[in-house]
């Protein structure tokens, strides 16, 4: 029983463009979102993260976005740039974080010159 | 900067080992965690720790232990090593587990293959 999803395993953009990854959750508890950014070989690197009770939180080219209603959180990259090929987890955490992060299987993005 | 080690890059033990993963932070966080890694599964949490020899059983513990005698220091620990638990090995830490701070900063893993 999944309770992050991100659907899409892979997503190709053009350098320049904007990158959007969506994620989904099932848990209304989750009132923490945070999203990774992991190379191969390498630990994953914390990006942005926003709590539940704002709708977005911005720092430099990422922006998350988070729709309670809806159970859905989104990565904005804008510009997209060659470095940001990678793969991007988004993760999920209760109050209290007694279960530790929860995390989604994942999406490859892969940044086209 | 928050920096999380972890002893070993790669290893390679045989079925039926006893195997040690050890992490070390060093920004005085409260809370460490261990995770695997495997494709199509994404992260999954096996053990954490709140405190010095504290713990708490993640999703899949099973086969797996943990020691936190340190504040700095938590390992992981395969009893018996099994193939199935050929992986990548991800520890983190967080300052707190409630509220703002609970981000979790990880090292840059083991990648262990049990044969």
């Known amino acids: 029983d999944q309770q992050v999803k991100q659907n899409s395993p892979s997503l190709s953009v053009q350098e320049g463009r904007i990158s959007i990854l969506n994620c989904d959750y099932t848990?209304?508890?989750?009132?923490?979102f945070l999203w990774y950014k992991k190379y191969p070989a390498e630990g994953p690197t914390f990006l942005i993260s926003?709590?539940?009770?704002?709708d977005k939180n911005e720092d430099g080219r990422f922006t998350v976005f988070l729709n309670k209603s809806a159970k859905h959180l989104s990565l904005h990259i804008v510009p997209s740039q060659p470095g940001d090929s990678a793969v991007y987890f988004c993760?999920?955490?209760?109050?209290?974080?007694?279960?530790?992060?929860?995390f989604g299987k994942g999406t490859h993005l892969i940044i086209q010159p | 900067d928050v920096k999380v080690t972890q002893s070993s890059r790669y290893l390679v033990k045989r079925t039926g080992e006893k195997v040690f993963l050890e992490c070390v932070q060093d920004?005085?966080?409260?809370?460490m965690f261990w995770y695997r890694q495997d494709p199509g599964l994404g992260l999954r949490l096996i053990y954490f720790?709140?405190?010095?020899?504290?713990?708490e059983k993640g999703d899949i513990p099973e086969g797996y232990s943990v020691s936190r005698e340190k504040k700095e220091r938590f390992s992981l620990i395969l009893e018996s090593a099994s193939t199935n638990q050929t992986s990548m090995y991800l520890c983190?830490?967080?300052?707190?587990?409630?509220?703002?701070?609970?981000?979790?900063?990880f090292g840059p893993g083991t990648r262990l293959t049990v044969t």
């Open positions: 983190a830490s967080s300052l707190f587990l409630g509220g703002a701070g609970r981000e979790q900063y």
């Open positions: 848990n209304s508890m989750f009132d923490y």
């Open positions: 926003i709590s539940s009770i704002k």
């Open positions: 993760a999920a955490i209760v109050g209290g974080g007694a279960d530790g992060l929860t």
């Open positions: 920004m005085d966080h409260e809370n």
């Open positions: 720790s709140y405190d010095v020899k504290m713990k």
